[in-house]
């Protein structure tokens, strides 16, 4: 059944993985005792658990026939396929010929989603919190979607236009006493000038040129806010930011962190409908015609620097405005909340949930934000079994969550359109 050969690289597999887990997992500091505890039985379940998993995963790639029907079982059964089946955009009938699906059952999908973001802080304050933030990263999320989904602009530093966004706000209250809801279009359109100013230089690049770039960007604007002290204060960052104000009224904490959580779920409700009317109008197809080909859709006659900028400017855009979220919600920024770090992860949600798939996004936000916090439980293992779910994801599903499949016409027996 299996070679001394695959033996013998699954028990390097384990002792390898062992080796990586063993700070993790063995070494145990007791403060109050000032001792050590060896935890050595757990090294033991890691390199064994390995072992066999490794040997498993070796039988499904020789075996052709039951490698498939893994990736059968991942793609066609659980939530991965509902949302497939519900996000096609395309299917075809018994005459072979391809429709479009019929859009009832995503308003359906979508109303009811929106009634649990609307119930959903109504379990505690602490699930508020966390999801106020998830939804941030859906707004962040949506907006690079428009750059790296639809464009094809491989971006990593978009962080850089998110702390603009939240630096624009902490600014403009403090030296002019701007509040919340002016200072909300205001940040979007600052970053929308950093993102044109960034997208000027880099009209020519492609590929890791473009990554490479993008991602100086960002750490330029990082290492600008922690130095300009006169201006940023520094590392010490802006506390006291002031929170969103309602008509007036003075809103206790509860009902602080209840506005700021609607807040951020109409901020996502409107991106969500802003990039699908982006997506479905004449810009949508050349960002996807001038991802496709460059060469082909200038010469179907495509402006390809308008349509660069303009990508770069509207993924800015919603970037800024999540920016001026975030301060007005947490009251305090810092650089180091605007790591590369964090455009990691919003580039992450962005091909896990799958690249230009607006529901995709949403999910893979939901997924990589509230997945760890959630994960919590199982202590110094979460970020493990999160690392691992994600390895697992893109080995069975390398498209995303939903991919996104893009709509084909045609016409029906009798010359109509369909």
Same mark, same amino acid.
């Given at each position: 059944?299996?070679?001394?050969?695959?033996?013998?690289?699954?028990?390097? +597999?384990?002792?390898?993985?062992?080796?990586?887990?063993?700070?993790?997992?063995?070494?145990?500091?007791?403060?109050?005792?000032?001792?050590?505890?060896?935890?050595?039985?757990?090294?033991?379940?890691?390199?064994?658990?390995?072992?066999?998993?490794?040997?498993?995963?070796? $039988?499904?790639?020789?075996? !052709?026939?039951?490698?498939?029907? =893994?990736?059968? @079982?991942?793609?066609? &059964?659980? /939530?991965?396929?509902?949302?497939?089946?519900?996000?096609?955009?395309?299917?075809? !009938?018994?005459?072979? =010929?391809?429709?479009?699906?019929? /859009?009832?059952? *995503? &308003?359906?999908?979508?109303?009811?989603?929106?009634?649990?973001?609307?119930?959903?802080?109504?379990?505690?304050?602490?699930?508020?919190?966390?999801?106020?933030?998830?939804?941030?990263?859906?707004?962040?999320?949506?907006?690079?979607?428009?750059?790296?989904?639809?464009?094809?602009?491989?971006?990593?530093?978009?962080?850089?236009?998110?702390?603009?966004?939240? $630096?624009? $706000?902490?600014?403009?209250?403090?030296?002019?006493?701007?509040?919340?809801?002016?200072?909300?279009?205001?940040?979007?359109?600052?970053?929308?000038?950093?993102?044109?100013?960034?997208?000027?230089? +880099?009209? &020519?690049?492609?590929? !890791?040129?473009?990554?490479?770039?993008?991602?100086? @960007?960002?750490?330029?604007?990082?290492?600008?806010?922690?130095?300009? !002290?006169?201006?940023?204060?520094? #590392?010490?960052?802006?506390?006291?930011? /002031?929170? /969103?104000?309602?008509?007036?009224?003075?809103?206790?904490?509860?009902?602080?962190?209840?506005?700021?959580?609607?807040?951020?779920?109409?901020?996502?409700?409107?991106?969500?409908?802003?990039?699908?009317?982006?997506?479905?109008?004449?810009?949508?197809?050349?960002?996807?015609?001038?991802?496709?080909?460059?060469?082909?859709? *200038?010469?179907?006659?495509?402006?390809?620097?308008?349509?660069?900028?303009?990508?770069?400017? %509207?993924?800015?855009?919603?970037?800024?405005?999540?920016?001026?979220?975030?301060?007005?919600?947490?009251?305090?920024?810092?650089? *180091?909340?605007?790591?590369?770090?964090?455009?990691?992860?919003?580039?992450?949600?962005?091909?896990?949930?799958?690249?230009?798939?607006?529901?995709? %996004? =949403?999910?893979?936000?939901?997924?990589?934000?509230?997945? #760890?916090?959630?994960? &919590?439980?199982?202590?110094?293992?979460?970020?493990?079994?999160?690392?691992?779910?994600?390895?697992?994801?893109?080995?069975?599903?390398?498209?995303?969550?939903?991919?996104?499949?893009?709509?084909?016409?045609?016409?029906?027996?009798?010359?109509?359109?369909?």
């Amino acid at each position: 059944m299996f070679t001394l050969s695959e033996v013998k690289k699954s028990l390097i +597999v384990a002792l390898w993985f062992a080796f990586l887990c063993f700070p993790i997992v063995v070494i145990k500091v007791n403060t109050i005792e000032n001792v050590i505890i060896w935890r050595w039985h757990n090294l033991a379940m890691i390199a064994i658990g390995s072992f066999f998993l490794s040997l498993i995963w070796r $039988y499904f790639q020789e075996n !052709d026939q039951a490698g498939k029907k =893994i990736a059968r @079982f991942f793609t066609t &059964r659980g /939530p991965i396929a509902a949302a497939r089946s519900m996000m096609a955009a395309s299917r075809p !009938d018994e005459a072979g =010929i391809v429709r479009e699906s019929n /859009p009832t059952i *995503q &308003r359906i999908f979508y109303g009811l989603l929106l009634t649990v973001a609307i119930a959903f802080p109504l379990v505690s304050q602490y699930q508020a919190n966390i999801l106020t933030r998830a939804l941030m990263f859906v707004i962040l999320g949506l907006g690079l979607n428009i750059a790296v989904g639809l464009a094809g602009l491989l971006h990593l530093g978009y962080v850089a236009f998110w702390a603009v966004g939240a $630096y624009t $706000y902490a600014l403009v209250n403090i030296h002019f006493g701007i509040g919340f809801w002016m200072a909300l279009p205001l940040g979007g359109v600052v970053a929308m000038i950093f993102g044109i100013a960034l997208g000027i230089p +880099v009209l &020519r690049l492609r590929g !890791d040129y473009l990554a490479i770039v993008t991602l100086g @960007f960002g750490e330029i604007i990082r290492i600008l806010l922690e130095n300009m !002290d006169w201006l940023t204060n520094g #590392p010490s960052g802006i506390a006291q930011i /002031p929170k /969103p104000g309602f008509f007036g009224m003075t809103l206790s904490t509860q009902q602080g962190i209840m506005y700021s959580y609607y807040l951020a779920v109409g901020l996502a409700m409107l991106t969500v409908f802003a990039t699908y009317r982006i997506q479905n109008s004449r810009i949508g197809r050349a960002l996807m015609a001038m991802r496709e080909d460059e060469i082909a859709s *200038q010469a179907m006659g495509i402006d390809i620097t308008r349509t660069k900028l303009t990508a770069f400017a %509207v993924s800015a855009f919603f970037a800024g405005m999540a920016g001026v979220l975030f301060a007005a919600t947490f009251n305090f920024i810092n650089p *180091q909340s605007f790591t590369f770090m964090e455009s990691a992860i919003i580039l992450s949600i962005v091909v896990l949930g799958g690249m230009g798939s607006i529901m995709g %996004v =949403i999910i893979g936000a939901l997924l990589l934000i509230l997945l #760890p916090e959630y994960l &919590r439980e199982v202590g110094t293992y979460r970020m493990l079994l999160f690392g691992a779910s994600m390895v697992v994801m893109m080995i069975f599903r390398p498209q995303g969550i939903v991919a996104n499949v893009r709509k084909i016409y045609t016409i029906k027996r009798g010359g109509t359109k369909a």
